[in-house]
């Protein structure tokens, strides 16, 4: 009962946050999916060499795999993985705690876009619609189902904060604002690192299992 109580208690904070910083997060989220725009334009307008490299890489990729002479070492992708993704939870708080560095939460956010945007194109572009589809489902889908939404959160955390230093120039006030955002950023640091177990044990264990289909 006390589980039920405490979970029901997460879920309307996170509504209430959502709901009180609807625009902040229509805004991030606009910029993300501009970002997958042009990632998939991207692709879509490659020509000739550029679109032949792609399509053979993907292949020889699936080809390693279904040989059975690619080893996957889980730990040492744990280790890059988790590495890579505290590293952008670091460089967002440090940027969204500073004025100058909105542009660069943007930036990323709309870079995070373009990547996700730019994989699925890659892979459908070079599988087709359906081998395509089960190849990003299987390796990037379930993920991202975490790291997206706490993409989302990081940049509006920054974005408030930003808001906050122009809008009051009281360093007591500045100093809670840096404090909720660096509170924000270590609970969204650890379902970074959740999601990253996801990733490298559950997603590639799918995927592989996807292999003979392509």
Same mark, same amino acid.
């Given at each position: 009962m006390r589980k039920r109580e405490r979970r029901n208690q997460i879920i309307t904070v996170i509504t209430d946050y959502v709901i009180h910083n609807l625009r902040q997060f229509l805004l991030i989220f606009i910029i993300f999916l501009i970002g997958i725009v042009l990632g998939v334009s991207y692709v879509n307008n490659l020509e000739g060499d550029s679109q032949t490299q792609v399509q053979n890489y993907i292949q020889n990729f699936i080809d390693v795999l279904k040989q059975?002479?690619?080893?996957?070492?889980?730990?040492?992708? $744990?280790?890059?993985?988790?590495?890579?993704?505290? +590293?952008?939870? !670091?460089?967002?708080?440090? @940027?969204?705690?500073?004025?100058?560095?909105?542009? $660069?939460?943007?930036?990323?956010?709309?870079?995070? +876009?373009?990547? !996700?945007?730019?994989?699925? @194109?890659?892979?459908i572009a070079s599988l087709g619609i359906q081998k395509g589809s089960i190849f990003a489902l299987s390796s990037i889908f379930l993920q991202n189902i975490i790291f997206i939404p706490c993409l989302l959160f990081l940049g509006v955390s920054g974005m408030k904060l930003y808001q906050a230093i122009l809008k009051d120039h009281r360093k007591e006030n500045i100093k809670f604002e840096i404090y909720k955002h660096s509170m924000m950023s270590l609970i969204l640091a650890g379902i970074f690192s959740v999601g990253t177990l996801v990733e490298v044990y559950l997603s590639t264990s799918i995927f592989l299992l996807t292999i003979p289909l392509y």
């Open positions: 059975g002479n690619a080893r996957i070492d889980r730990m040492s992708l $744990v280790k890059q993985n988790l590495m890579e993704n505290l +590293g952008l939870v !670091l460089l967002l708080w440090f @940027a969204g705690s500073t004025v100058i560095g909105m542009p $660069v939460v943007l930036g990323v956010i709309l870079y995070k +876009g373009f990547s !996700l945007g730019y994989s699925v @194109a890659a892979v």
